[in-house]
Every structure is written in C-alpha cells, then in structure tokens.
C-alpha cells in the first residue's frame, strides 16, 4: 500500500518549506494519478488537480506534499490542463 493510498475526500491538503504550512484546499476525491481538489477551495472558483507523485506523507486528515507552496500553485492543473496530459483521464 503506498502513501496515497490513505488519501480520502475532505482531507486538507498543505504545502511546506520548512518555515510556514500553506494549506491548498481539500480532497474531491481522486483520478488516477492525480488529486482532484475542492472547486470552492480554489482563488478563482476553477477546480484544481496535483499530481499524487508530490505527496510526501499522510497524516492524520492531513496530506502533506514534497513540494513548496508556490511551487505546488504554480503547478497545479486546471481540468483544461489535465486532459491535456497523456493518459490523466
């Protein structure tokens, strides 16, 4: 079982860098290798995807990602940007 595994819909998600945890928004549910978060959650109401690979860790209701917060903002994918992915649907 990996880490991802234990990710369900309603967790929070955040990003760190060692000073602040920034929290992204919560679990929709998820889509093959992808999270699919909150549309509510999101600055302009769009759904946003990140990919399950910058998990680094479950705990609690809490999934942590590897990547810095701006990092992780900068790269998530609007549902546009997705299908645009080979093999993401």
């Known amino acids: 079982m990996t880490t991802t595994d234990?990710?369900?819909?309603?967790?929070?998600?955040?990003?760190?860098?060692?000073?602040?945890?920034?929290y992204l928004g919560r679990v929709a549910g998820l889509k093959k290798r992808f999270i699919k978060l909150r549309r509510r959650d999101a600055p302009d109401g769009k759904r946003r995807f990140i990919p399950?690979?910058?998990?680094?860790?479950?705990v609690g209701q809490?999934?942590?990602l590897s990547s810095k917060p701006a990092t992780a903002r900068n790269g998530w994918l609007t549902r546009a940007e997705l299908r645009a992915w080979p093999d993401s649907t």
């Open 62 to 64: 809490q999934v942590h």
């Open 6 to 22: 234990h990710i369900r819909s309603g967790m929070l998600v955040q990003a760190g860098d060692g000073n602040a945890t920034v």
């Open 52 to 58: 399950r690979s910058w998990v680094d860790g479950v």
